[in-house]
């Protein structure tokens, strides 16, 4: 991005465009240690409380570095990198990372290697960046006692605790509350989309124990699935981000309940979150026309989910341990004998903010570019 300077006015340009900086979100800026706090980054002055009337008095360019004096009298000299980096919108550590769509023949999964100095290391760092490029990462090796996933989860940001509690044991058991603890094939699908007002994005599980010879675990890159919805089927791509359903979970304890999309756009009409479960969903009473346009075009983009097309398998070890976004990945497993042994994992959940927080903090401290 280029800057100029004319008559004590700033200028960026965006390509061809031209546009004068206001001086006064200039002013809120400034760095200086009278004016920021070092340690937190926050200001130690209150930008509402200041009259609008800041300008610029005197401005320049010197290298890197654009030196501005305002009429309040503070000077201030700013980075033009970290200028450019705000003023581009849509530039952030998050965004810029390229989402890679994938089908079944993707091949291109790697595996990370936990040690004990995983927490604040490059291969953490590359390991978010690989979870927000696919949708998922596999660590391998991760200690399997003391609940350890949840130590894991805590690395990152904070474990979201819900009504499963902090963590949660999926095997098979008497009496379940939820079909995760058969040992029956779970057709794809994305967790808690009944919970209001949103699902964790993120799910975490921990396979500590599997020596059946089924139940793999099962993924689909929903954001493929649902492009390819768009490209086929617009009409019922269309009727699907615009009709909510129920969503609908109960326990002994509890009920709880929400209604969506199963295809969710964000403010820019761009694709934000896909949910699927309809063992859980309930659907509106609308005129008989568009319910058989809902559930032709439910039933299309189920046909879609389970097949084998889009849906990749592998089996998790003991050690193993995968993060996936529930916002963008559906995912399975396949049935297995509990007579030839146990199936054990442990899962919990974390939030976007806990992904991106740990993402900023390890490009910030190991000066990745």
Not at 15 to 24: A, D, V
Not at 143 to 151: A, D, E, I, S
């Amino acid at each position: 991005m280029k800057f100029e300077v004319s008559s004590n006015k700033i200028f960026s340009f965006i390509g061809s465009n031209k546009e004068e900086i206001h001086p006064f979100w200039l002013r809120e800026r400034v760095s200086e240690k009278e004016y920021l706090d070092e340690g937190t980054q926050q200001r130690l002055f209150d930008p509402s409380s200041m009259k609008q009337t800041v300008e610029i008095v005197n401005a320049e360019i010197n290298g890197e570095f654009l030196k501005v004096k305002f009429n309040d009298g503070v000077d201030s000299k700013f980075e033009i990198k970290k200028l450019s980096d705000e003023l581009s919108l849509n530039s952030n550590e998050i965004i810029d990372i390229e989402k890679v769509k994938w089908k079944s023949d993707f091949k291109n999964i790697k595996n990370f290697k936990f040690s004990d100095k995983f927490a604040d290391s490059n291969e953490m760092l590359n390991l978010l960046i690989n979870f927000y490029k696919y949708g998922f990462v596999v660590i391998q090796d991760v200690p399997t006692n003391n609940n350890f996933l949840v130590k894991f989860g805590n690395m990152i940001g904070s474990v979201k605790r819900t009504n499963f509690g902090e963590y949660f044991n999926v095997k098979s058991k008497p009496n379940p509350n939820d079909l995760a603890y058969t040992a029956l094939s779970l057709s794809p699908h994305t967790d808690n989309p009944y919970r209001n007002p949103f699902p964790p994005c993120i799910q975490i599980l921990h396979c500590i124990e599997n020596d059946v010879k089924g139940g793999h675990s099962t993924l689909v890159d929903g954001f493929t699935v649902t492009e390819d919805l768009k490209k086929e089927f617009k009409e019922y791509y269309d009727i699907l981000t615009k009709i909510k359903v129920k969503f609908k979970f109960i326990d002994k304890d509890v009920v709880l309940e929400n209604w969506s999309e199963l295809i969710q756009l964000d403010e820019n009409h761009e694709l934000k979150q896909v949910k699927f479960s309809p063992r859980l969903d309930f659907v509106p009473i609308l005129d008989k026309e568009e319910l058989d346009l809902y559930y032709n075009a439910r039933n299309k983009i189920s046909e879609m989910y389970n097949s084998d097309k889009y849906r990749i398998e592998f089996k998790l070890m003991p050690g193993d341990l995968m993060m996936m976004d529930n916002y963008r990945l559906l995912h399975g497993r396949t049935s297995f004998d509990t007579n030839e042994g146990n199936r054990y994992l442990q899962g919990c959940y974390i939030d976007y903010d806990s992904t991106e927080g740990k993402l900023r903090h390890l490009k910030r401290k190991l000066k990745f570019k």
